[in-house]
């Protein structure tokens, strides 16, 4: 008996961290979908860890030139190609070409809405020709071990976003980590890739900066509770199912929105707390606090 014919697929996205992560589970459903299959996904290099041992990507392709995918999407050499851009996410640095994505625009779904009734994987589902379902994410990591500086249990905290302006004031997290600490003695890790906190305490210690993105991901699986924003880290959370507290505030024209699906969407063990009147600065401490308790009891 002959074996089925392979079909090649390709997933377009060099966009953020945690856009990757909310995807994921897109590849076991089209693998179900079409059976035989071969997956090349198109990110920036910087983004290859995510998915570097998933056994369902084959082959993953650095998006060098954002203009890749236009080509891609005027040759059509794979069996499938599917993009994950929504229209004018990207332009080409080279050329100024703006990366349009028709399957989104015929949808009705683009940057001023994307938010307003889907979460990340709802709108990858739909740009892929899926049902739209609820599924928890899934990272695999290697067996190279990591050295983590505090033995378990500790906790894993993510404070400053690449861009800022969805982050929480430094004053309000150094005096959250001096509460944490003074009532359960706990270790706290900080990871991240820019501006790190000034906090100085033997039970914490910032790794900001320091680490590796597969080093990063073994430190944060290994971790009992996580606190951040809505950012790429906290998609690793939910991917690794930690506990967590998530400081939400409006991002650019949204006020409330649900990105996340499986744990981070539905378990009583997560809490995504939002200011809903403002940006996730002006999050009172105490709120953060009660929160953080009643997770904690």
């Given at each position: 008996m002959s074996s089925p014919k392979k079909v090649f697929l390709c997933i377009a996205m060099d966009g953020d961290l945690g856009d990757m992560v909310a995807s994921e589970p897109i590849l076991p459903r089209l693998n179900q979908k079409f059976g035989n299959t071969h997956i090349t996904w198109i990110t920036s290099k910087k983004h290859f860890p995510i998915f570097e041992n998933h056994p369902l990507v084959d082959q993953l392709l650095d998006q060098k030139y954002t203009l890749l995918s236009y080509l891609l999407q005027k040759s059509y050499p794979f069996h499938q190609y599917y993009n994950l851009h929504l229209s004018g996410f990207r332009i080409d640095e080279k050329t100024g070409v703006s990366i349009?994505?028709?399957?989104?625009?015929?949808?009705?779904?683009?940057?001023?809405?994307?938010?307003?009734?889907?979460n990340l994987l709802e709108i990858a589902l739909k740009l892929c020709d899926l049902p739209i379902e609820d599924a928890q994410p899934h990272i695999y990591l290697d067996e190279t071990p990591c050295k983590v500086p505090f033995q378990k249990p500790y906790w894993v905290i993510h404070a400053k976003s690449?861009?800022?302006?969805?982050?929480?004031?430094?004053?309000?997290?150094?005096?959250?980590?001096?509460?944490?600490?003074?009532?359960?003695?706990?270790?706290?890790?900080?990871?991240?890739?820019?501006?790190?906190?000034?906090?100085?305490?033997?039970?914490?210690?910032?790794?900001?900066?320091?680490?590796?993105?597969?080093?990063?991901?073994?430190?944060?699986?290994?971790?009992?509770?996580?606190?951040?924003?809505?950012?790429g880290p906290t998609h690793l959370a939910n991917a690794f199912m930690l506990p967590g507290l998530i400081l939400n505030g409006e991002f650019l024209n949204f006020k409330t929105y649900m990105s996340y699906s499986g744990m981070y969407k539905n378990s009583q063990k997560v809490k995504v707390l939002f200011n809903e009147s403002g940006k996730a600065k002006d999050l009172p401490f105490d709120a953060v606090w009660e929160e953080l308790i009643n997770l904690n009891d």
């Amino acid at each position: 008996m002959s074996s089925p014919k392979k079909v090649f697929l390709c997933i377009a996205m060099d966009g953020d961290l945690g856009d990757m992560v909310a995807s994921e589970p897109i590849l076991p459903r089209l693998n179900q979908k079409f059976g035989n299959t071969h997956i090349t996904w198109i990110t920036s290099k910087k983004h290859f860890p995510i998915f570097e041992n998933h056994p369902l990507v084959d082959q993953l392709l650095d998006q060098k030139y954002t203009l890749l995918s236009y080509l891609l999407q005027k040759s059509y050499p794979f069996h499938q190609y599917y993009n994950l851009h929504l229209s004018g996410f990207r332009i080409d640095e080279k050329t100024g070409v703006s990366i349009s994505n028709a399957k989104a625009d015929a949808l009705g779904i683009d940057l001023s809405n994307y938010y307003d009734q889907h979460n990340l994987l709802e709108i990858a589902l739909k740009l892929c020709d899926l049902p739209i379902e609820d599924a928890q994410p899934h990272i695999y990591l290697d067996e190279t071990p990591c050295k983590v500086p505090f033995q378990k249990p500790y906790w894993v905290i993510h404070a400053k976003s690449n861009a800022g302006f969805r982050d929480w004031t430094d004053e309000n997290w150094h005096h959250l980590l001096t509460k944490i600490i003074a009532t359960w003695n706990l270790k706290i890790i900080e990871i991240g890739h820019v501006n790190p906190l000034n906090f100085t305490h033997e039970n914490f210690i910032s790794l900001v900066g320091k680490t590796s993105l597969p080093e990063t991901m073994k430190i944060m699986k290994g971790a009992s509770f996580f606190i951040g924003l809505d950012s790429g880290p906290t998609h690793l959370a939910n991917a690794f199912m930690l506990p967590g507290l998530i400081l939400n505030g409006e991002f650019l024209n949204f006020k409330t929105y649900m990105s996340y699906s499986g744990m981070y969407k539905n378990s009583q063990k997560v809490k995504v707390l939002f200011n809903e009147s403002g940006k996730a600065k002006d999050l009172p401490f105490d709120a953060v606090w009660e929160e953080l308790i009643n997770l904690n009891d």
